[in-house]
Every structure is written in structure tokens, then in C-alpha cells.
């Protein structure tokens, strides 16, 4: 059996009250405690972003990943941690920050699955269907947490999909020079036909799906307009979150996709993708290589797609709600414009930080 081990969690005086979790062996302190419904403060899940840097106050603890760039060298001087990478050796006493915004809509679980289909949306991006023997829950937008026992690695990839009773979770990935889980995913990973659950046990061919995580999840309250901006494998939440939109009534106007690649290849055709389902939206694609743009024939735009933002948008753009996911750079631009130039509260602009 695996040891299970206390967990009390010091907060701030601004945040909720003290509380305690127990955690097992085998789990991260921060994913233990959204489990049990705790509000941790998180974004990213592997050790990119920081935002769930923490003191150990008391007990022992496992560091699975010292150099995870989310914590800066002064602050692992100090003894910060980063608690989406630690695992409990000892009953702890940790100081962690929290708030109602991170309380978990639906907790997070662990599935065994298996993956049965693959297909190719660009030349290095495809759409992996996963099968689990219990529904897919979670919002529109939000990721999964992705191993395999020949890694013993966790790679983060958002579902494209709506929840569904069948339990089928479709991932957007694109390979990865070097990337170890993607290149498995593409090569090594052997497909199996759906309903063939007697083979889901293979090891060699399971996968572990841990969901739901993610804070960049549709609003359904919210009835502003939506724009969607994207690039590269971040086309999967905003897929999601168009399919919601588009099933979703309160809804009325037709969404927007701004969707940037390096050049034509990386452009998937995601209107007739989308209408092939009865959904419908503005798509405005761009790229960003000169010559590949010339290369691949290109007629449309060519530049970064936070520039061609004003030129897409009737209203200003501040009237509209703001759903980001792709490169980080891409990321970073687009927030940076929308807020200095765009007066857009950071409350209408959601993206998780992959940093």
C-alpha cells in the first residue's frame, strides 16, 4: 500500500483558512491537494511557471525536478520549492498560496487509457484520440497531464474535445525535435481499435491521463464576444473552447480564431473542420516567415498575429473576452498588446503559463 502522509497548509492572511489534506507518496503536494477540492495556487503543473513556489515549514520532502525553471536562483537560496515538482517524504507543514479562483470546478483524477486513433492536421501536429472506461469531465479549455511508464515523465496537453460520457480525450500535440513523450506518441505508441479494452492493460502501450488542470477554461457566464488567438499545438483548447461556444446558446455572436504558424503548412484548416460539426466562426490566419510565406504560394497575411489584432476586430477591444494559448513569446506579445494598447482588463484575457 502507499504511504499517505499529512499535509497542513499555512496561508497568508489574505487568503482562506488554514487547512489540511493528506497526501500519497506518490503524488505532488500541489496535485494532492487539488484533489481534495483545495484552491493551491497553480497554472502550468510542470515547473515552468512558479506560481505554486512554497516554504517548507516542517517535514521532508522529495524535489523531482531541482532545476525547474519556475523558481529563480535567489529564491531557491531562500528554500522556496515549487510544489507541482515535490513529494512528500514525512508528514509536512508547507506555506503555500491560495485563493477561491483556484478551487477546482471538477477535482482532478488519474485514468488509465489507451490511445486509438491519430490524425494528422499539419505536418507535425496531429489530433491523438485516448480512450478511458470512465467519462471525460472537464471544462472546455483546460489540460491533462500525460505519462507513460517507459518515461515515468508528465507532459501537459490540452484536450480539443467537449466532455463526453464515452471517455474520449482528444489532445492536440505537435512533435517535438528531441521530445521525448511526442515522439513516442507519433512512433513508438501502437494504436488500438476502440472497444478493444481487453488490450488496455498492455503496459507497453498505456498511457496514464491525470485531468482536469488548467485556469484558461471558457467562461460559460461571460456573453461577450470571443476571440481566440493562437499558434503551434495551442490550437487544442482554443478547438474546445470554439466547439462550446458553438453548442453553448447564450452564445450569439460568431466567434473569432487568430491563428499564426511559421508558414503555410503550419495553418490547419480549422473552418472546415469546424463545419463539418455545424460550427461556425471568423478564421484569420497569418504567418510569420517571409519566405516560406513566398515558398508556399501564401496570399494571406504574413506577419505576428498580435499585430493584425486591430485589424480583424470591429469593436474595441475591451467589448470582447480573450482566450490565448501557443508559444510563449506569442503569449507574452499578445497580453502586452492587448493591456497597453488595447485597455483590455486582465480579467477578459485567460491563458495558462507554459513559461
Same mark, same amino acid.
Given at each position: 500500500?502507499?504511504?499517505?502522509?499529512?499535509?497542513?497548509?499555512?496561508?497568508?492572511?489574505?487568503?482562506?483558512?488554514?487547512?489540511?489534506?493528506?497526501?500519497?507518496?506518490?503524488?505532488?503536494?500541489?496535485?494532492?491537494?487539488?484533489?481534495?477540492?483545495?484552491?493551491?495556487?497553480?497554472?502550468?503543473?510542470?515547473?515552468?511557471?512558479?506560481?505554486?513556489?512554497?516554504?517548507?515549514?516542517?517535514?521532508?520532502?522529495?524535489?523531482?525536478?531541482?532545476?525547474?525553471?519556475?523558481?529563480?536562483?535567489?529564491?531557491?537560496?531562500?528554500?522556496?520549492?515549487?510544489?507541482?515538482?515535490?513529494?512528500?517524504?514525512?508528514?509536512?507543514?508547507?506555506?503555500?498560496?491560495?485563493?477561491?479562483?483556484?478551487?477546482?470546478?471538477?477535482?482532478?483524477?488519474?485514468?488509465?487509457?489507451?490511445?486509438?486513433?491519430?490524425?494528422?492536421?499539419?505536418?507535425?501536429?496531429?489530433?491523438?484520440?485516448?480512450?478511458?472506461?470512465?467519462?471525460?469531465?472537464?471544462?472546455?479549455?483546460?489540460?491533462?497531464?500525460?505519462?507513460?511508464?517507459?518515461?515515468?515523465?508528465?507532459?501537459?496537453?490540452?484536450?480539443?474535445?467537449?466532455?463526453?460520457?464515452?471517455?474520449?480525450?482528444?489532445?492536440?500535440?505537435?512533435?517535438?525535435?528531441?521530445?521525448?513523450?511526442?515522439? @513516442?506518441?507519433?512512433?513508438?505508441?501502437?494504436?488500438?481499435?476502440?472497444?478493444?479494452?481487453?488490450?488496455?492493460?498492455?503496459?507497453?502501450?498505456?498511457?496514464?491521463?491525470?485531468?482536469?488542470?488548467?485556469?484558461?477554461? @471558457?467562461?460559460?457566464?461571460?456573453?461577450?464576444?470571443?476571440?481566440?488567438?493562437?499558434?503551434?499545438?495551442?490550437?487544442?483548447?482554443?478547438?474546445?473552447?470554439?466547439?462550446?461556444?458553438?453548442?453553448?446558446?447564450?452564445?450569439?455572436?460568431?466567434?473569432?480564431? @487568430?491563428?499564426?504558424?511559421?508558414?503555410?503548412?503550419?495553418?490547419?484548416?480549422?473552418?472546415?473542420?469546424?463545419?463539418?460539426?455545424?460550427?461556425?466562426?471568423?478564421?484569420?490566419?497569418?504567418?510569420?516567415?517571409?519566405?516560406?510565406?513566398?515558398?508556399?504560394?501564401?496570399?494571406?497575411?504574413?506577419?505576428?498575429?498580435?499585430?493584425?489584432?486591430?485589424?480583424?476586430?470591429?469593436?474595441?477591444?475591451?467589448?470582447?473576452?480573450?482566450? @490565448?494559448?501557443?508559444?510563449?513569446?506569442?503569449?507574452?506579445?499578445?497580453?502586452?498588446?492587448?493591456?497597453?494598447?488595447?485597455?483590455?482588463?486582465?480579467?477578459?484575457?485567460?491563458?495558462?503559463?507554459?513559461?
Amino acid at each position: 500500500m502507499t504511504p499517505q502522509f499529512h499535509i497542513q497548509l499555512q496561508t497568508s492572511a489574505t487568503d482562506a483558512s488554514p487547512a489540511h489534506y493528506t497526501c500519497d507518496a506518490n503524488d505532488t503536494l500541489l496535485r494532492a491537494g487539488l484533489r481534495q477540492g483545495l484552491g493551491l495556487a497553480y497554472e502550468c503543473n510542470v515547473g515552468a511557471c512558479g506560481s505554486c513556489k512554497f516554504d517548507l515549514i516542517d517535514g521532508e520532502v522529495d524535489d523531482l525536478w531541482p532545476e525547474a525553471p519556475g523558481l529563480r536562483p535567489k529564491e531557491r537560496e531562500r528554500g522556496k520549492r515549487l510544489a507541482c515538482q515535490c513529494v512528500p517524504r514525512s508528514d509536512c507543514t508547507i506555506k503555500l498560496r491560495s485563493g477561491h479562483e483556484y478551487v477546482p470546478q471538477i477535482q482532478p483524477r488519474r485514468h488509465r487509457a489507451s490511445l486509438i486513433s491519430k490524425t494528422m492536421l499539419t505536418s507535425d501536429i496531429a489530433i491523438f484520440t485516448f480512450q478511458t472506461s470512465s467519462p471525460a469531465r472537464f471544462l472546455a479549455g483546460q489540460y491533462a497531464l500525460i505519462s507513460h511508464a517507459r518515461l515515468g515523465q508528465l507532459r501537459a496537453y490540452s484536450m480539443a474535445n467537449l466532455p463526453n460520457q464515452q471517455g474520449l480525450w482528444q489532445f492536440g500535440i505537435r512533435r517535438v525535435t528531441g521530445g521525448k513523450m511526442s515522439n @513516442l506518441l507519433f512512433d513508438a505508441v501502437q494504436l488500438q481499435e476502440p472497444g478493444t479494452e481487453a488490450h488496455m492493460n498492455e503496459l507497453r502501450d498505456e498511457l496514464s491521463i491525470d485531468v482536469p488542470y488548467g485556469l484558461a477554461y @471558457l467562461r460559460q457566464e461571460i456573453t461577450r464576444p470571443i476571440v481566440c488567438i493562437g499558434g503551434g499545438s495551442g490550437l487544442a483548447p482554443l478547438l474546445s473552447i470554439l466547439r462550446q461556444v458553438g453548442t453553448d446558446s447564450a452564445h450569439h455572436a460568431i466567434p473569432t480564431l @487568430l491563428y499564426g504558424g511559421r508558414g503555410p503548412d503550419d495553418i490547419p484548416d480549422v473552418p472546415t473542420m469546424l463545419a463539418e460539426e455545424g460550427i461556425t466562426l471568423r478564421f484569420h490566419p497569418v504567418v510569420s516567415v517571409p519566405e516560406l510565406a513566398q515558398a508556399g504560394g501564401w496570399t494571406g497575411t504574413v506577419g505576428f498575429v498580435h499585430d493584425t489584432i486591430h485589424h480583424h476586430l470591429t469593436l474595441a477591444l475591451s467589448e470582447y473576452e480573450f482566450y @490565448l494559448a501557443g508559444p510563449p513569446p506569442m503569449i507574452e506579445a499578445t497580453v502586452r498588446f492587448l493591456q497597453l494598447q488595447g485597455n483590455v482588463p486582465a480579467q477578459q484575457i485567460h491563458f495558462d503559463r507554459f513559461f
